[in-house]
């Protein structure tokens, strides 16, 4: 072991199945990806590596780019709350040719890549529903530009030519926010990776595209120089970046490797115990244990993983997924402890139990109640059997089920397939790769085709303590667009208007209670199928030569590579 001193240089090797939902910080979402992002997309606010998660400093928002947390007494907050002023730190630079330094308006530019038609912010309500004039302007950007087949050119010039009214750049360092209603976790949705400034440059690109990609910007201390989407990725140091102008990376390690193939757990495992790589790339692989793993976060708010998801606009089977009763059959039909069983056998590492509601342990709105109750959680197929048949479907239904292909998601889509042929439901399973699962489902033609009835994806908080809105705003609120978190298009009006009265409630108490009453609503539709709850970290294993590793939960656990090294680092 070393000293604790850092050291310098050396190659960070990661290896693994999967890869980045997209690159471009206004669309990715999947958090595997944003331990990437964080090493080149700065944002005003972002997290700093803390060791121990019981700590509260490890889920509250730091300074980033911006000069200090905007306050009642240092003039960066209105006297109602509803209006935040942000200086922007000198000298952060982005990695063009010369360098140039990042102003307001590039971030005032990076909001408005959000609302993109091509490919929007995953998260996108969280900002239309807080910022003044954000939720007009993507309505008028989405009517205005011709979807997916829409050009650079028409994208940048309806970006040009039209405005966020609530936000604006007052000069190069100084950004306002307007918002609709006091937003306690407003410093939140500005750490995510979706609020990152953009460049001019990427006026010339479609979001994501694969010119995008090639002509990637860095603020950060790292920046691309080789990536093949599914297949491999590098990183080296930004030479423009300053440690002086970052309060909360480094730049120890010399270049980052990924190489992402089709590997299992063990495989993954074995490779780190050989010294040929230095960290897993998306697949569980825990440092050796004898008993199961206490919730190092000291029940840090829990993800959903695995949820089952239902495709409402399918027009499979006569559209039988759009009916609340059909989706309550099949929500008593999972058999969660074969399922909890699957992934204690593949020693994951992490505390799980049975998953009964949309918001899970740990996160604000959480009350513990069963709508689906059934026998130590093994599923009740003949309850099912006999709901189907009152929903009109006495004969069973036939569906179509995606999963990803690699550790225990195959194993995991038999179970369930295998739990619903018992009530007379035939599933045909269709594998996909780690690297297209999720763009798949952020497709909504994937899911009017109907080539899609049930998914199994995880999902964890995009922020902890004051999160109500984390889980039942991208997930249930209605968006049917590119990018978008509800995969199955789930959209009711009532869920709407409690999720609208959740955001306005101002009194924590109150706050609380109207999150729950929108999860209480979702599950009594049957919206999705909780069938576990995972803590939100797990003991990842590392190589022998890798240091200060911190697990983040706010890139869903992985490490904070900005702020690790090598000894030695060879």
């Keep these: 072991m070393s000293s604790g001193q850092p050291t ?19 669309c990715a979402y999947y958090m595997l990806g944003g331990q990437i992002i964080r090493l080149f997309a700065r944002q005003l606010f972002t997290y700093a590596p803390v060791k121990d998660l019981r700590d509260w400093r490890a889920v509250a928002p730091v300074p980033d780019i911006a000069v200090d947390i905007p306050s009642t007494h240092n003039g960066g907050l209105s006297a109602n709350h509803k209006v ?21 308006h590039d971030f005032v530019r990076g909001f408005k890549r959000m609302c993109n038609p091509v490919i929007g912010a995953g998260g996108i309500r969280y900002f239309t529903s807080t910022i003044r004039g954000m939720r007009e302007f993507c309505e008028e950007y989405a ?16 970006q040009n030519s039209h405005d966020i009214p609530g936000m604006f750049a007052v000069d190069d360092d100084t950004l306002v926010f307007e918002l609709l209603r006091p937003a306690a976790d407003f410093l939140n949705i500005l750490a995510l990776t979706f609020a990152s400034p953009a460049p001019v440059e990427y006026d010339a690109h479609v979001p994501d595209s694969d010119e995008f990609r090639r002509d990637v910007r860095s603020n950060g201390p790292y920046r691309f120089v080789d990536y093949v989407h599914g297949r491999r990725l590098r990183m080296e140091r930004n030479p423009v970046w300053r440690k002086e102008t970052d ?33 897993s790339w998306a697949s569980p692989v825990t440092e050796p244990y004898e008993i199961d793993p206490t919730d190092t976060g000291n029940d840090l708010g829990y993800a959903l993983n695995p949820y089952l998801v239902f495709n409402v606009v399918s027009p499979n089977c006569g559209g039988a997924l759009g009916k609340a009763a059909v989706r309550r059959a099949i929500a008593y039909a999972i058999d969660k402890a074969a399922i909890q069983r699957i992934y204690h056998d593949l020693a994951a590492g992490t505390v799980m139990r049975p998953a009964r509601t949309a918001i899970p342990p740990g996160n604000d709105g959480y009350e513990d109640y069963d709508l689906y109750p059934t ?36 194993e995991v889509a038999r179970s369930y397939a295998a739990d619903l042929e018992k009530a007379g439901i035939a599933v045909r399973l269709v594998p996909m790769g780690h690297a297209d699962y999720y763009r798949f489902l952020q497709d909504p033609d994937n899911a009017r085709a109907g080539l899609w009835d049930l998914t199994a994806p995880s999902w964890t908080p995009d922020w902890f303590g004051n999160n109500g809105r984390a889980f039942l705003q991208p997930m249930f609120q209605t968006n049917c667009s590119r990018g978008t978190g509800n995969y199955g298009c789930y959209s009711d009006p009532e869920v709407d208007r409690l999720i609208e009265e959740a955001l306005g409630a101002v009194d924590p108490d109150r706050a609380r209670a109207a999150w729950h009453e929108v999860d209480r609503r979702v599950m009594e539709d049957a919206a ?35 702020n690790l090294w090598l000894d030695p680092p060879r």
């Design 8 to 26: 310098y240089g050396g190659v960070l090797r990661l290896y693994g199945p999967g890869s980045m939902d997209h690159v471009d910080p206004a």
């Design 84 to 104: 935040y002023t942000v200086t922007l730190r000198r000298g952060v630079m982005w990695d063009t040719t010369p360098p140039r330094e990042v102003t307001a």
């Design 143 to 158: 009517a205005a530009v011709p979807g997916k087949d829409a050009t650079a050119a028409d994208l940048a010039g309806f």
């Design 247 to 279: 309060p909360v990376r480094n730049q120890y390690v010399q270049s980052i490797e990924v190489t992402m193939e089709k590997a299992t757990p063990e495989e993954v495992g074995a490779r780190i115990r050989s010294g040929a790589a230095d960290l």
């Design 375 to 410: 026998p130590d959680d093994r599923g009740d197929p003949d309850r099912a059997r006999a709901l189907l048949a009152e929903a009109g479907h006495p004969d069973g239904l036939e569906l179509v089920a995606v999963h990803r292909d690699v550790d225990a998601n195959p």
């Design 528 to 562: 999705i199928v909780p069938i576990l709850v995972h803590a939100p970290t797990i003991p990842h294993l590392c190589g022998d030569r890798v240091r200060n590793a911190i697990a983040m939960p706010t890139i869903d656990r992985w490490f904070d590579l900005s």
